[in-house]
């Protein structure tokens, strides 16, 4: 699976309440969680971002609370994938579980500028700044993770394997 979009640049220790503010989670529609993803640090990237776009941060992206609001927030905003340096575990696991990619790569994160244009390669592992004709390494998920994203999530994944069980 390759992703191709514009980066969005943010700092260290992005938390799940910037992602996705407390005061939007009265609503269950991801729609309406995305239209306000982010916004209380960049009020336009709800309105800017494209499907495809990558979100790259610092360290501890999606510290603090445990919701999945957040990667949903993200996932359903267009973005193709979330570039950190670290993540916070349980943030890591909730963006598995809904099939939002997500990557460790400190290089790729620290000479990116906000609007370069990047294609990553999930399989391989291959981070490409198109804008700075740079290529970065990171591990690829191992086959099991990837299955998961493949199939939307873990639920989509289950939801398949009981469907060919029953075919």
């Known amino acids: 699976m390759i992703a191709k979009g514009k980066a969005f640049v943010y700092g260290n220790n992005v938390d799940t309440d910037v992602i ?3 005061r939007y989670l009265n609503n269950a529609d991801p729609s ?25 941060a610092g360290k501890n ?15 359903t905003t267009g973005a193709s994938c979330v570039i950190a340096e670290s993540f916070a575990r349980i943030f890591y696991r909730n ?3 809904i099939g939002l990619p997500i990557l460790e790569c400190e290089g790729a994160v620290k000479e990116a500028k906000r609007g370069d244009l990047l294609e990553v390669d999930f399989s391989g ?6 804008t700075q004709q740079k290529t970065y390494q990171t591990n690829p998920f ?6 998961i994203i493949d199939q939307d999530g873990l639920v989509g994944k289950v939801q398949k394997e009981i469907a060919a069980k029953k075919g």
């Open 125 to 130: 592992g291959t981070i490409v700044n198109k």
């Open 20 to 22: 996705i503010p407390a």
């Open 61 to 75: 992206f999606g510290c603090g609370s445990s919701r999945e609001h957040a990667p949903l927030a993200i996932k």
């Open 142 to 147: 191992p086959p099991f993770i990837q299955s």
């Open 95 to 97: 963006a598995i579980n």
């Open 32 to 56: 309406a969680l995305a239209s306000h993803c982010m916004e209380d640090i960049d009020e336009n990237f709800a309105k800017e971002v494209e499907k495809g776009d990558v979100i790259l």
